[in-house]
């Protein structure tokens, strides 16, 4: 390898400079390379987590709107909850008022058909000559009220 005499500075072997150019430039183009690679990769990451920051703030988003949802389908079923309850209610009203119908229902049947009876006995009797018992049934005793009670016997003769 020979050193030129220009490159020399008496002690130290220097290098020309005029062939150091293209190395300097080339390692600093590769750093700058590098650095503009770090900016490029640092505004992908600024883009990305602005990215994300978007998407969580959508799923914020949507979150709140399935809680509020949830929130207005609870207040909906315990409406219809309270409705049923109020159905039930008046089911079992009417059921109840039903059976008080239906014995006093009972009742008229059981007096009218006693009354058949007293007015056949009455007429046999008329026919016949005898004296007739009548029973005569006050509406208390067909409507419940079993402390109204009162029967009267009465005897006809004919």
């Known amino acids: ?13 220097t290098a020309d400079q005029e062939y150091l150019w293209p190395t300097f430039g080339f390692d600093f183009e590769a750093q700058n390379e590098n650095e503009v690679g770090d900016v490029d990769t640092l505004s992908d990451l600024n883009e990305i987590e602005e990215k994300m920051k978007m998407e969580v703030e959508e799923e914020l988003k949507k979150e709140k709107q399935l809680e509020e949802e949830l ?4 207040n909906h079923a315990k409406t219809l909850l309270k409705r049923l309850k109020g159905l039930e209610q008046k089911q079992m009203t009417n059921s109840e008022q039903q059976k008080t119908d239906q014995k006093a229902l009972n009742a008229m ?21 005898h004296p007739v018992t009548l029973r005569i049934f006050p509406h208390s005793v067909l409507f419940g009220k079993a402390n109204e009670r009162n029967l009267v016997d009465q005897n006809y003769n004919a």
Request: glycine share 8%; no cysteine.
């Open 1 to 13: 390898m020979s050193i030129w005499t220009e490159s020399t500075n008496g002690e130290d072997i």
């Open 71 to 74: 929130k207005n389908a609870e």
């Open 109 to 129: 049947k059981k007096y009218q058909k006693q009354q058949q009876q007293t007015i056949d006995a009455l007429t046999q009797k008329l026919k016949g000559g």
